[in-house]
């Protein structure tokens, strides 16, 4: 063997030597991020009222929302925000050893007349993700008050949001229906980038709308019934949030990878079934998981 090949082989035994050692590395990386993972048990809820169809598969009483608290208190756990996972996941921040989320989708008004008086007696915060054409629809209409068919008005979630009990989410400004758009997802025949410049234009309208109203601005995109695809992952980061709410059942997971804040978990909040029901299931597989 000359000189030059004795050098290429000693390069070549280098260069295998210090990839062995990166992927070693990021073996434990990934090793120690798996050991730092956090089980959160994630509740979604809608609307929280006696009337109508109360209680039912989305709709709980006052009562059990108060039982459901109740339970959480009595038991140590504390209710986190998305803020507080992101902290956790991208800046190295910590959580309690008992984290649990609640979360409030669509924004009615009963959110505000119901459930933030019980967030103040029990110093508990939660989620709420309103849709932001509602939102504008009833501040702009004033016609609030009613349990069932009335929504936040701007005033309201900015009284929620300024209390440090209630973080305001993007639920999109206008993708809350289900014909003839599923949610947020494309339509059939609808080009890549016709729907690119539709998804952008609705989540920064939101954005817009809650930076109008003095609401600090959503780091998270709460898909409406649910609907996602690696597409609207892909935007919903373009758009600039760093998570996203699905509703997908199951306990959340958290690291250190940022990336566990996409598609977070979580368990709709049945009033068909008890406090004990619900949340003994639920806290059992967070037990379980960590």
């Not at 991020?33 to 006052?62: F, K, L, N």
């Not at 915060?125 to 068919?149: C, K, M, N, Y």
Request: with cysteine; glycine share 8%; charged share 20%.
């Amino acid at each position: 063997m000359n000189r030059h090949h004795r050098w290429e082989v000693v390069l070549l035994a280098c260069l295998l030597a210090a990839a062995g050692v990166c992927l070693s590395r990021g073996r434990a990386k990934q090793a120690s991020a798996a050991m730092e993972a956090v089980a959160v048990p994630v509740a979604m809820y809608h609307s929280v009222t006696d009337e109508g169809d109360s209680p039912g598969q989305y709709v709980i009483s006052p009562s059990m929302l108060e039982r459901d608290l109740a339970y959480l208190s009595a038991r140590g756990y504390q209710t986190v925000t998305v803020a507080d996972l992101a902290a956790y996941a991208a800046e190295g921040g910590a959580l309690p050893e008992k984290p649990v989320m609640l979360t409030f989708d669509d924004g009615y008004y009963n959110n505000y007349s119901n459930v933030f008086p019980l967030l103040q007696k029990y110093r508990m915060r939660a989620v709420l993700s309103p849709v932001g054409a509602l939102t504008e629809q009833f501040t702009a209409s004033g016609d609030t008050g009613h349990e069932i068919w009335s929504y936040c008005t701007g005033a309201q979630l900015r009284e929620m949001a300024d209390s440090g009990l209630v973080e305001i989410q993007n639920h999109s400004y206008d993708f809350h229906e289900l014909r003839p758009r599923r949610g947020c997802l494309r339509r059939e025949g609808e080009s890549e980038a016709e729907y690119r410049a539709i998804f952008v234009r609705d989540t920064e309208r939101a954005q817009a709308l809650f930076a109008a109203l003095g609401i600090p601005a959503p780091v998270c995109y709460t898909y409406p019934y649910g609907a996602r695809s690696e597409e609207t992952d892909a935007l919903v980061a373009q758009c600039g949030l760093i998570a996203t709410l699905s509703c997908e059942e199951g306990v959340a997971r958290i690291t250190r990878d940022p990336a566990c804040l996409t598609g977070i978990r979580r368990c709709n909040r049945d009033g068909r079934v008890t406090s004990e029901q619900f949340w003994g299931e639920l806290l059992a597989q967070a037990e379980e998981g960590n």
